[in-house]
Antibody
Framework: EVQLVESGGGLFQPGGSLRLSCSAS????????MHWVRQAPGKGLVWLSR????????DYADFVRGRFTISRDSAKNTVYLQMNSLRADDTAVYYC?????????WGQGTLVTVSS | QTVVTQEPSLTVSPGGTVTLTCASS?????????SNWLQQKPGQAPRTLIY???KKHSWTPARFSGSLLGGKAALTLSGVQPEDEAEYYC???????????FGGGTKLTVL
């Protein structure tokens, strides 16, 4: 059974940093691109970033490039999203997803709240 | 800035047929955009129903189909069921920029 489990969410201060994790199981992690997507409360889905199976290609949405960093650890079957210079509008549920011509399997998401 | 546009809301009767569309501010949507369609119900994670314009995942009900229609990506539901009431998002791939972009979503009401 495919499982994607996000963690690392919580309440954070504006200007702070955090790292989200997404632990994958049930499929060959090293063969699959991975995505991060977010959804602000009551709003739509927003694509953030993706990383190739071997980490050699990384793409970002323009509005997060330079502030967010995606990475992966094949030994741990985990993909990460490092988020810096947090702002109130980063408040959202963050989802990871495996790729199959687009996001395929999805995790349940982790809530990040940025507030003082 | 690239904008992907969907109908904000649609209403369909049970057993009916409805088509949701997805337009790109850059022009005609083609197979090169590898359009995806996702369903999201309140309090749940999204679920991808259609990928690469027309392909279905193993969990996609047969009544859902993807296509290109009049320069847009389209999702057609035939024989709508009450459980199809949900938010539907399209997702397009822009190869030149190497980014994916979601549409704003269509709230489908089955009434």
């Amino acid at each position: 059974e495919v499982q994607l489990v996000e963690s690392g969410g919580g309440l954070f201060q504006p200007g702070g940093s955090l790292r989200l994790s997404c632990s994958a199981s049930g499929f060959t992690f090293t063969s699959v691109w991975m995505h991060w997507v977010r959804q602000a409360p009551g709003k739509g889905l927003v694509w953030l970033s993706r990383i190739k199976s071997d980490g050699s290609i990384i793409d970002y949405a323009d509005f997060v490039r330079g502030r967010f960093t995606i990475s992966r650890d094949s030994a741990k079957n985990t993909v990460y999203l490092q988020m810096n210079s947090l702002r109130a509008d980063d408040t959202a549920v963050y989802y990871c997803a495996s790729d199959n011509w687009g996001p395929h399997y999805w995790g349940q998401g982790t809530l990040v709240t940025v507030s003082s | 800035q690239t904008v992907v546009t969907q109908e904000p809301s649609l209403t369909v009767s049970p057993g009916g047929t409805v088509t949701l569309t997805c337009a790109s501010s850059t022009g005609e949507v083609s197979s090169d955009y590898y359009s995806n369609w996702l369903q999201q119900k309140p309090g749940q994670a999204p679920r991808t129903l259609i990928y690469n314009t027309t392909k279905k995942h193993s969990w996609t009900p047969a009544r859902f189909s993807g296509s290109l229609l009049g320069g847009k990506a389209a999702l057609t539901l035939s024989g709508v069921q009450p459980e199809d009431e949900a938010e539907y998002y399209c997702l397009l791939y822009y190869g030149a920029a190497q980014v994916w972009v979601f549409g704003g979503g269509t709230k489908l009401t089955v009434l």
